[in-house]
């Protein structure tokens, strides 16, 4: 690897006495240190590159992959069904290996597919555009809040603690660095209350983020909202489950500025965190002021259709130190997949699975609170697909019992903020969830329980 360091070691020593520090290692010290360097004690050094793969092999066959047992968990990557034809028809080479199509004339066929994807999410989120997607969908509701915080200049963000916790995280490192704040709005029984939004409201809050559903699966009621961060001068920013948006109330229709998400749900598969999709919309007025590519359907000279990359002056090969953002490329093959997984489910396809998401997430939710010491957490708060119970057991030990017998349960909430618990699990169904296999977890659940006296910790 030395040949592709690019620095000498004077170089580099020159770099860092301009930034104030004495080694490349002090560069990692605001990181964790057990989070530094991944622990490889266990492997030897010198191995052959065979034995060195039969080793990692090893390890990994310790995994139990997404596909070999039923799925209840979501928290962020669901197990959605995904046509067979998608792979083979996003696997041509065009669109495997394309990059962004600066030149038209050989790229209207490629440019004419991210128009169609833009077309179909700013649809889906009911918003005037989308721009071409970026990273994954963290990182959109960052480059959202950094679109607010730059429309008038103003610091303070307000983030209902209905935002994944992790996506959470990384908008704050996003948006301390322009020195801004990330403000939490308490759930009280799933919901954001709008009284509390507007008790944080003055003339320094760049906007509040809502989220379509919560991460906690809960259904919120946001009326009023709009207005009320208006009037402020204040901008409205939805986090939304694309999956749910078939059924739910859409964020252009509660009067959203900014509307971001995340594209796993439109049949990308689970792999490990990624790579996913950022998708990001917004109203016409921030079409100058979203971050990413953008393309245009417009006439050629000789009346012909045509695709093109516009408004790039946004953009940092354009003008570097001006630019909307540094993010320079995209997604571009999953936001493919994303636009053919949608069009072969088409819209009554689409919304079918997300109800048949609904409703065995309920069928879900009623067998295991019929399992005794299993009970509910917001009861009567509405919710998609997603759901917390309070379990009679610690929830990381139930879980890694579960997964024994051949089911990934819900996510344990240990650890996490309220209404996160030692006991708490977050359980997902999806439409690829049947009957049987429900009755089998829940099955599953009463033998570990009965065998194990629902320890508590």
């Keep these: 690897m030395a040949d592709f360091i690019p620095h000498t070691p004077s170089e580099t020593r020159e770099m860092l006495k301009e930034i104030g520090v004495d080694r490349l290692e002090d560069l990692l010290a605001p990181y964790p240190k057990d989070h530094v360097l991944p622990d490889l004690s266990d492997i030897p050094s010198g191995l052959t590159e065979s034995s060195l793969i039969r080793r ?3 390890m990994a066959s310790r995994n139990k992959a997404g596909g070999s047992v039923p799925i209840f968990r979501g928290a962020g990557a669901y197990d959605h069904f995904i046509p067979q034809a998608v792979s083979p028809l996003v696997s041509r080479g065009e669109f495997l290996t394309a ?4 030149q038209p004339e050989v790229s209207q066929g490629l440019l004419q597919v991210i128009f169609e994807y833009q077309t179909t999410m700013a649809n889906l989120y009911g918003m005037d555009l989308s721009n071409a997607s970026v990273y994954d969908g963290a990182t959109a509701l960052a480059e959202a809040c950094l679109v607010a915080h730059r429309q008038e200049g ?5 983030i209902s603690e209905g935002v994944d916790p992790d996506i959470a995280k990384v908008v704050k490192t996003y948006v ?15 919901k954001t209350r709008l009284q509390d939004v507007i008790a944080h409201l003055d003339d320094q809050t760049a906007c509040f983020v809502g989220a379509i559903p919560t991460f906690w699966g809960t259904v919120e009621d946001f009326s009023g909202f709009a207005d009320a961060l208006h009037q402020n001068g204040s901008l409205l920013i939805f986090h939304a489950n694309p999956h749910s948006l078939a059924v739910l109330r859409t964020p252009g229709s509660w009067g959203a500025d900014l509307a971001t998400g995340e594209g796993q749900p439109l049949g990308i598969p689970l792999s490990g965190g990624g790579p996913y999709l ?15 590519r953008l393309v245009g359907k417009t006439l050629d000279r000789e009346g ?5 990359l516009t408004l790039q002056a946004r953009e940092q090969h354009i003008r570097r130190e001006k630019a909307n953002s540094n993010i ?3 997604e571009t093959l999953l936001s493919i997949q994303a636009l053919v997984t949608l069009s072969l489910l088409g819209p009554e396809g689409f919304r079918e699975a997300a109800l048949g998401s609904m409703k065995n997430a309920r069928k879900l939710r009623s067998r295991l609170l019929s399992i005794p010491g299993v009970s509910a957490v917001w009861e009567e708060t509405p919710f998609f697909h997603e759901f917390i119970l309070e379990m009679p057991m610690e929830s990381r030990e139930l879980s890694r019992l579960v ?26 169904a999806t439409e690829m969830r049947t009957e049987e296999e429900i009755e089998n977890l829940g099955r599953t659940i009463e033998k570990v329980l009965a065998r194990h006296g629902g320890r508590k910790s």
């Design 56 to 58: 990692m092999q090893e």
């Design 99 to 102: 990059y962004t199509p600066y």
């Design 154 to 158: 103003r610091s303070k963000i307000l």
């Design 176 to 190: 301390e660095g322009v020195g801004c704040s990330l403000n939490p709005i308490p759930l009280v029984s799933g």
């Design 278 to 292: 950022g998708i990001l919309t917004a109203a016409r007025p921030f079409m100058r002021k979203i971050p990413g």
């Design 304 to 308: 012909r259709t045509a695709y093109v």
């Design 328 to 330: 320079c490329s995209n």
């Design 403 to 428: 997964l024994s017998e051949g089911f990934l349960s819900g996510l344990p909430l240990a650890g996490y903020p309220s209404p996160g618990g030692k006991n708490r699990m977050l359980w997902c």
